[in-house]
């Protein structure tokens, strides 16, 4: 029996909260102490489970400044002695410290419960609250492995009246793992039972950098920028500085890389292929857009139902590059679904969907085809967690158990995909229509005003960048520091909160985020900051139903 082979990629992903000054947000730090580690250890229980990990080069920055001392706002109130607080700070903790999932993660301590509803009902917090929030808002960003190990346990157990000692221990003993979090990955890695890919370094849509232009590619009738930004060098860039990160920290040669949001084109992928990547992956939607285009060169323009198993081959030159296709439908299960299901039926029913997969391709095909197949589910890994009972604990033990005792299945890296399949047998596509795993278009990222003003800023500083002159060493330093600001601002999640597309309470952190990253590039470059960018682009919070930073693909 020939199995089908099942690719797994799990994105792990947040955007640079750095700025010259300051780490404006937690979320790097409270992902890496419940799920970046975490994730890793649930592979290595089931060592037959090939993985892929994509680690954004910006986020890999972040867990290492992380690892060495650095310290976000909340963090750094939270370490406090509680009766030295002023009362700011006070208040600060107490808008901050419930940004959880109320039913998953406060209602698992009476105290965390009890302290949300003196919240709710807007009583007053004394020290022995404040202390207790600061501590529980750690611990239910506490992996769930980590929550059996001490001080974590005794912490866990005793759920209120904590000391100030006991604080210093809670976040002395979180600190020490971010010293764990990359060389389990690199062990994992050597081992072979993963493969770690990257994102190009700030995670920017690539397509975008090359030309704004190309959104319209998918939607005829985007309202694009007043100023189209056309910048490939930054393109390169970005993946290069990317390619360089990742061999330094893994000494390994990168092969794989998941665009962000698995954003392609033809010039990103020209870019791709000129800078030695081996392989890279989208939508199945984007896949549908580009066969059935009158650009794709293919007679028949029917898109079948099993298209998206088949990886693609790209050339460029005398090189390729092999494209992989997500099963948004068995992606979003897991992002979106199973977190209310039981762990069992939701594993069952993912892998029962695999097989039947796999026998409408044989059914169709036969065996021989059969073996050129790839079922690829690619998600976020770290956002769905909180969404799941015990951080999805349960579920990711029955979703390993059953995908390596399925021997209707083999679970398999994209490179290890690429070797069995066998290079010559990967069909061929001529034209990629410009998309995302969204909706397979750019419309979360460009074509509202509030976005396209974005663009319009970053046109206007990268103009200004790549016209400046490097005369002298000085110089050379200040451009330096500069490129770094103008590739930060470059990224994808800035644009993603502008508009109405997604709701949140801290648009506009985001804003000011990516309006600083252009700040510090005038300033660095020793020029006059234009004025416009000391104004919110952003305004009130406006939601169209969709929330926060995960969107199904359709």
Same mark, same amino acid.
């Given at each position: 029996m020939i199995p089908i082979k099942f690719a797994l990629l799990w994105h792990q992903h947040q955007p640079d909260y750095r700025t010259d000054e300051e780490i404006?947000?937690? +979320?790097?730090?409270?992902?890496?102490?419940?799920? !970046?580690?975490?994730?890793?250890?649930?592979?290595?229980? !089931?060592?037959?489970?090939?993985?892929?990990?994509?680690?954004?080069?910006?986020?890999?920055?972040?867990?290492?400044?992380?690892?060495?001392?650095?310290?976000?706002?909340?963090?750094?109130?939270?370490?406090?002695?509680?009766?030295? #607080? *002023?009362?700011?700070?006070?208040?600060?903790?107490?808008?901050?410290?419930?940004?959880?999932?109320?039913?998953?993660?406060?209602?698992?301590?009476?105290?965390?419960?009890?302290?949300?509803?003196?919240?709710?009902?807007?009583?007053?917090?004394?020290?022995?609250?404040?202390?207790?929030?600061?501590?529980?808002?750690?611990?239910? +960003?506490?992996?769930?492995?980590?929550?059996?190990?001490?001080?974590?346990?005794?912490?866990?157990?005793?759920?209120?009246?904590?000391?100030?000692?006991?604080?210093?221990?809670l976040f002395s003993s979180l600190q020490k793992i971010f010293e764990k979090i990359l060389p389990?990955?690199?062990?994992?890695?050597?081992?072979?039972?993963?493969?770690?890919?990257?994102?190009?370094?700030?995670?920017?849509?690539?397509?975008?950098?090359?030309?704004?232009?190309?959104?319209?590619? =998918?939607?005829?009738?985007?309202?694009?920028?007043?100023?189209?930004?056309?910048?490939?060098?930054? *393109?390169?860039?970005?993946?290069n500085r990317a390619k360089i990160l990742y061999q330094e920290r893994f000494d390994h040669e990168l092969q794989g890389m998941w665009p962000a949001e698995g954003s392609i084109s033809n010039d990103a992928l020209k870019v791709l292929i000129e800078e030695n990547i081996t392989w890279t992956a989208s939508d199945e939607s984007v896949l549908l857009n580009s066969l059935t285009h009158e650009a794709s060169g293919n007679d028949d323009k029917k898109y079948g139902e099993m298209e998206k198993y088949f990886p693609r081959s790209f050339t460029h030159g005398e090189k390729n590059i092999t494209i992989f296709f997500r099963d948004h439908g068995l992606s979003d299960s897991i992002g979106f679904e199973y977190a209310k299901w039981d762990a069992y039926d939701a594993a069952m029913n993912f892998v029962n969907r695999c097989k039947e997969i796999r026998e409408k391709i044989l059914d169709r095909f036969g065996e021989d085809v059969l073996k050129e197949a790839c079922i690829c589910v690619i998600l976020d890994g770290e956002n769905c967690w909180e969404n799941y009972y015990e951080n999805g604990k349960y579920f990711l033990d029955e979703f390993y158990k059953a995908l390596t005792t399925t021997p209707e299945i083999s679970p398999v890296t994209l490179s290890q *995909?690429?070797?069995?399949?066998?290079?010559?047998?990967?069909?061929?596509?001529?034209?990629?229509?410009a998309g995302s795993w969204i909706?397979?278009?750019?419309?979360?990222?460009?074509?509202?005003?509030?976005?396209?003003?974005?663009?319009?800023?970053?046109?206007?500083?990268?103009?200004?960048?790549?016209?400046?002159?490097?005369?002298?060493?000085?110089?050379?330093?200040?451009?330096?520091?500069?490129?770094? =600001?103008? #590739?930060?601002?470059?990224?994808?999640? +800035?644009?993603?909160? !502008?508009?109405?597309?997604?709701?949140?309470?801290?648009?506009?952190?985001?804003?000011?985020?990516?309006?600083?990253?252009?700040?510090?590039?005038?300033?660095?470059?020793?020029?006059?900051?234009?004025?416009?960018?000391?104004?919110?682009?952003?305004?009130e919070d406006v939601s169209n139903g969709q929330s926060g930073a995960m969107h199904r693909a359709t």
């Amino acid at each position: 029996m020939i199995p089908i082979k099942f690719a797994l990629l799990w994105h792990q992903h947040q955007p640079d909260y750095r700025t010259d000054e300051e780490i404006v947000l937690p +979320w790097v730090r409270l992902h890496a102490t419940k799920d !970046y580690l975490e994730m890793v250890q649930h592979l290595e229980r !089931y060592p037959t489970m090939h993985a892929i990990i994509n680690l954004v080069p910006s986020l890999i920055r972040q867990i290492e400044a992380y690892r060495d001392g650095a310290e976000d706002e909340i963090l750094q109130i939270s370490k406090k002695a509680t009766a030295s #607080l *002023a009362e700011d700070e006070k208040q600060f903790l107490i808008r901050n410290c419930f940004n959880v999932n109320r039913e998953r993660m406060i209602a698992r301590s009476s105290r965390y419960k009890e302290l949300w509803e003196k919240q709710h009902n807007n009583e007053s917090f004394d020290e022995t609250d404040l202390r207790d929030l600061a501590i529980h808002f750690a611990l239910a +960003w506490t992996g769930e492995f980590s929550r059996f190990e001490s001080p974590f346990d005794m912490l866990i157990q005793k759920d209120r009246d904590y000391t100030e000692d006991e604080k210093i221990l809670l976040f002395s003993s979180l600190q020490k793992i971010f010293e764990k979090i990359l060389p389990y990955h690199k062990k994992l890695l050597d081992s072979g039972q993963i493969e770690i890919s990257a994102t190009p370094f700030y995670h920017p849509i690539l397509p975008l950098l090359c030309d704004t232009n190309s959104a319209a590619e =998918a939607m005829q009738n985007v309202l694009l920028p007043q100023k189209r930004f056309s910048f490939p060098r930054d *393109a390169y860039e970005q993946v290069n500085r990317a390619k360089i990160l990742y061999q330094e920290r893994f000494d390994h040669e990168l092969q794989g890389m998941w665009p962000a949001e698995g954003s392609i084109s033809n010039d990103a992928l020209k870019v791709l292929i000129e800078e030695n990547i081996t392989w890279t992956a989208s939508d199945e939607s984007v896949l549908l857009n580009s066969l059935t285009h009158e650009a794709s060169g293919n007679d028949d323009k029917k898109y079948g139902e099993m298209e998206k198993y088949f990886p693609r081959s790209f050339t460029h030159g005398e090189k390729n590059i092999t494209i992989f296709f997500r099963d948004h439908g068995l992606s979003d299960s897991i992002g979106f679904e199973y977190a209310k299901w039981d762990a069992y039926d939701a594993a069952m029913n993912f892998v029962n969907r695999c097989k039947e997969i796999r026998e409408k391709i044989l059914d169709r095909f036969g065996e021989d085809v059969l073996k050129e197949a790839c079922i690829c589910v690619i998600l976020d890994g770290e956002n769905c967690w909180e969404n799941y009972y015990e951080n999805g604990k349960y579920f990711l033990d029955e979703f390993y158990k059953a995908l390596t005792t399925t021997p209707e299945i083999s679970p398999v890296t994209l490179s290890q *995909a690429i070797e069995g399949i066998g290079p010559r047998n990967i069909r061929t596509v001529s034209h990629i229509v410009a998309g995302s795993w969204i909706n397979a278009n750019f419309k979360i990222w460009i074509g509202h005003a509030e976005k396209n003003r974005a663009w319009e800023l970053l046109a206007n500083a990268a103009e200004t960048f790549h016209s400046f002159r490097v005369i002298d060493a000085e110089s050379e330093h200040h451009y330096q520091s500069a490129y770094i =600001a103008l #590739l930060q601002a470059e990224g994808s999640d +800035w644009f993603w909160w !502008y508009g109405d597309d997604n709701s949140s309470a801290q648009k506009h952190m985001f804003d000011s985020i990516f309006r600083s990253h252009l700040v510090d590039m005038y300033i660095h470059l020793r020029l006059p900051v234009p004025h416009e960018l000391f104004e919110n682009i952003g305004h009130e919070d406006v939601s169209n139903g969709q929330s926060g930073a995960m969107h199904r693909a359709t």
